[in-house]
């Protein structure tokens, strides 16, 4: 009877060694695709500034990205079926700008400063 136990905890660890691992992965390729959504929001928004002629002298400028949705910058602000909302901010530090994009998400929240 020894011998059967340790193959029955030895399966059972290696099916929840296997589960986390698949775990794992699925949350890994989520949250992907909301840093892909960020990535795509700093060159709308790039695009956007050079375009718009926005005027970075204050330093700082926030765009809402329903903004750069509405003006066709980009065509989604939504994972999936989970609509973001946020923006990116520009910081013009000296002969180049900086975008960093912030989202709110119902699944995911921006991880940048």
Not at 40 to 67: R, W
Request: charged residues 25%.
């Amino acid at each position: 009877m020894g011998k059967k136990v340790y193959i029955a905890w030895g399966f059972l660890v290696v099916s929840i060694i296997g589960l986390l691992v698949f775990i794992g992965f699925e949350t890994n390729k989520q949250i992907s695709d909301y840093i892909h959504l960020e990535n795509e929001l700093e060159e709308a928004a790039s695009i956007y500034v050079h375009n718009e002629n926005v005027d970075l002298t204050g330093g700082e400028v926030k765009i809402n990205i329903k903004k750069l949705k509405n003006k066709g910058y980009i065509d989604s602000i939504s994972v999936g079926d989970d609509t973001c909302s946020g923006s990116v901010i520009v910081t013009n530090n000296h002969m180049k700008n900086s975008y960093n994009a912030q989202i709110k998400c119902k699944k995911y929240k921006s991880l940048k400063n």
